[in-house]
């Protein structure tokens, strides 16, 4: 058996590389830039990870994380890439080296490098374009290994995310692998341990949540383009349901320091999403939360649906939204967000005393400015009588009346005012009689 030479060409490829790094001595491999190096045969490599991890606590192929990648294969059926890649006429499609056989290039090779929404069925993979050598191949037989993962289980379907950073060249997703195997632990559901109080089960909030997590560890987070999977497992086929990627770590690393600063607590805002939906818990609110988080898109309407859905009051709301915003998401303006929140609050606590909660759809509800005005002038009114003082500040008008900044300014008003209403109820509830 002579030395094997690999070279990586994608997401895919790393993650197989970086698991065998991880079933290899420090004599037997070596990683530099987008070469690994393997100085033991692939079999052995093999059999160590096997003996391991892939298998189930029964000792059958496969365990439940690696089953929807190689199922289609027994084991013996793999021995067939643990031979060496001898020099011949024909071209690995990955790796670009001239070899004696090729394989046609299959679900193994590398499973997602057709996006998730050209494709139902995870089988329906269009194989045949490509060809690959037997060294390529076990690459991808190996990645699964070296992915982080959760899983949900409801009866007989199993979903199970995946998270993998890719750094710019395999030795620094080396690094930041190992970075990220500090959250690790050995479970047959999961290899990530977080301390949240309810554990994430899809992959958005798995990868907030485990980047937090390791902030809040080491202080920074690793740049690398994280990859987020979803796969559901109901025996027989597999279906992609999230194939994903974000490289938005920087801005992350700013919204946790941020959140810090102003004394916010992350893990407490995301709990507040979590529901309770006929006795079971739910994080499908805090998973599309997370999915808007990584992607930085503009967060006010999204709060303004949720509040009322969740019916409760969340946590450092005003903290996150101002973390957020100076990390460069939902670009509301600062003093914009001071005025909102200050008359959003008094909206609430007027609201309450008056015990009128369906002001507050109708406030929501409003379709333009003048509506939205409309609606405020009218509960003024009607408060007054009831000696209950609504006064809009001047400046609160002028960014109302800004055509470009009144649905930011409505939506973050609305949230606050929910919010200060929500919390004096539950206030009352706690029996201190409604103080907030
Ligand atoms: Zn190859």
């Given at each position: ?120 069925n995870f089988y329906g993979f269009g194989s045949g374009f490509k060809s690959i050598c037997e060294d390529c191949q076990f690459l991808g037989i190996m990645a699964p290994l070296a ?152 967060l006010e309407e999204f709060l303004e649906m949720m509040i009322f859905k969740l019916g409760r009051p969340i946590k450092y709301l005003y903290e996150f939204i101002r973390a957020y ?8 303006k600062e003093e914009i967000l001071e005025i909102c929140k200050k008359t959003g609050e008094q909206i609430g606590n007027v609201v309450f005393e008056a015990e009128n909660f369906g ?78």
């Amino acid at each position: 058996m002579g030395i094997t030479k690999l070279r990586v060409t994608n997401f895919w490829q790393q993650a197989g590389a970086i698991a065998i790094n991880k079933y290899a001595n420090q004599a037997e491999v070596q990683i530099t830039k987008n070469e690994l190096i393997l100085n033991v045969p692939k079999k052995t490599i093999f059999e160590r990870a096997k003996a391991k991890d892939m298998l189930t606590i029964n000792q059958k192929p496969w365990a439940s994380h690696i089953r929807p990648f190689l199922k289609q294969y027994r084991i013996e059926q793999l021995e067939k890439f643990f031979a060496d890649a001898e020099p011949g006429k024909n071209v690995c499609s990955y790796c670009g080296r001239q070899v004696k056989k090729l394989e046609v290039d299959s679900l193994v090779s590398n499973p997602f490098s057709v996006k998730a929404n050209n494709f139902t069925n995870f089988y329906g993979f269009g194989s045949g374009f490509k060809s690959i050598c037997e060294d390529c191949q076990f690459l991808g037989i190996m990645a699964p290994l070296a992915l982080f993962f959760t899983t949900s289980i409801t009866g007989r379907d199993r979903r199970i995310s995946y998270v993998f950073p890719e750094g710019k060249d395999l030795e620094e997703t080396l690094l930041i692998h190992n970075w990220m195997s500090k959250v690790g632990q050995k479970s047959a559901l999961s290899n990530v341990k977080l301390s949240t109080k309810y554990y994430p089960s899809s992959p958005y909030e798995t990868l907030l949540l485990t980047l937090y997590e390791l902030y809040k560890d080491s202080g920074k987070l690793f740049e690398a383009n994280y990859h987020v999977i979803q796969i559901h497992d109901q025996g027989n086929t597999s279906t992609v349901l999230v194939n994903d990627a974000f490289n938005s770590a920087q801005r992350l690393q700013l919204l946790f320091s941020e959140m810090e600063a102003l004394g916010g607590d992350l893990s407490n805002f995301f709990n507040a999403f979590v529901i309770k939906e006929n006795g079971n818990i739910s994080t499908e609110l805090r998973e599309k939360l997370s999915k808007n988080i990584l992607k930085f898109l503009q967060l006010e309407e999204f709060l303004e649906m949720m509040i009322f859905k969740l019916g409760r009051p969340i946590k450092y709301l005003y903290e996150f939204i101002r973390a957020y915003t100076k990390a460069g998401g939902g670009k509301v303006k600062e003093e914009i967000l001071e005025i909102c929140k200050k008359t959003g609050e008094q909206i609430g606590n007027v609201v309450f005393e008056a015990e009128n909660f369906g002001d507050l759809y109708t406030l929501r509800n409003s379709k333009n400015i003048e509506n939205f005005l409309e609606t405020l002038s009218m509960m003024s009114v009607k408060y007054a009588n009831e000696k209950w003082t609504l006064k809009l500040p001047e400046e609160f008008l002028r960014v109302i009346n800004n055509p470009a900044e009144w649905k930011k300014a409505k939506s973050l008003t609305v949230i606050f005012a929910v919010n200060k209403y929500l919390q004096r109820q539950y206030a009352r509830t706690m029996n201190n009689g409604g103080e907030a």
